[in-house]
């Protein structure tokens, strides 16, 4: 597509359900990454795919993230039993493969868990 | 590990001139970024500069590196309401992953 998509755009849930997120990264692009920006806060780095290597997870907060890439394309961020403290607004970005320019991202998905 | 620093806040009358500034630690980044999210947005990459440079200039933006004192600026010339956004600054983190600033958010104000 013609830019990161995210779905869905704003997702409100009770404490303790799971959630999946959606990004449909740049097609091309072999680079994609997940990143959580809280309430006045910059971006914390959560997980980031390149091409078929294993994901780098160390940014992943706890045992109840998970994210998977379904053939080198579409991701999904899965939060477990959610916590309040998981509400932020969580990014997906993509980018060529060994690319000086940056991501582009998308336009994030708002998680509110009450 | 790696840590970019920004001022949070930034305030000016609209047509004058904005500075934000970032520090960051890594030396041997190779280009440093700078983003702009709009509220309701993702993050759109606004500028970068490759670290041999020490400015680099498009239209209205002007970005300034010290790398003696690994500091970074952008300079935002006639601010206008639509300047009106958080700024983060960025570097390379083990090539491919970025760290980012905690971001500038900038009022302009008419």
């Known amino acids: 597509g013609a830019g990161v998509s995210q779905s869905p755009s704003n997702k409100v849930t009770e404490k303790g359900k799971d959630v999946e997120l959606r990004c449909d990264p740049i097609?091309?692009?072999?680079?994609l990454y997940w990143y959580r920006q809280s309430l006045g806060q910059g971006l914390e780095f959560l997980i980031y795919?390149?091409?078929?290597?294993?994901?780098?997870k160390s940014g992943l907060p706890s045992d109840r993230f998970s994210a998977e890439r379904t053939g080198g394309s579409v991701s999904t961020l899965t939060i477990q039993r959610t916590q309040q403290e998981d509400s932020a607004v969580y990014l997906c970005?993509?980018?060529?493969?060994?690319?000086?320019?940056?991501?582009?991202f998308g336009s994030g998905t708002r998680l509110t868990v009450v | 590990g790696e840590d970019v620093e920004q001022s949070l806040f930034l305030s000016v009358r609209e047509g004058d001139s904005s500075v934000i500034n970032c520090t960051y630690t890594?030396?041997?980044?190779?280009?440093l970024y700078w983003y702009k999210q709009e509220p309701g947005a993702g993050l759109q990459l606004l500028t970068y500069?490759?670290?041999?440079?020490d400015m680099k200039q498009d239209q209205r933006l002007t970005v300034l590196l010290n790398k003696k004192d690994k500091h970074l600026s952008l300079r935002i010339a006639d601010t206008q309401t639509g300047d009106s956004a958080i700024y983060f600054c960025?570097?390379?983190?083990?090539?491919?992953?970025?760290?980012f600033g905690p971001g500038t958010r900038l009022s302009v104000l008419p």
């Open positions: 970005a993509s980018s060529p493969s060994l690319s000086n320019y940056g991501y582009t």
């Open positions: 097609s091309g692009h072999t680079a």
């Open positions: 795919f390149q091409g078929n290597s294993a994901p780098d």
């Open positions: 890594d030396s041997s980044s190779t280009y």
């Open positions: 500069i490759f670290s041999n440079m």
């Open positions: 960025a570097e390379p983190f083990y090539g491919q992953n970025f760290v």
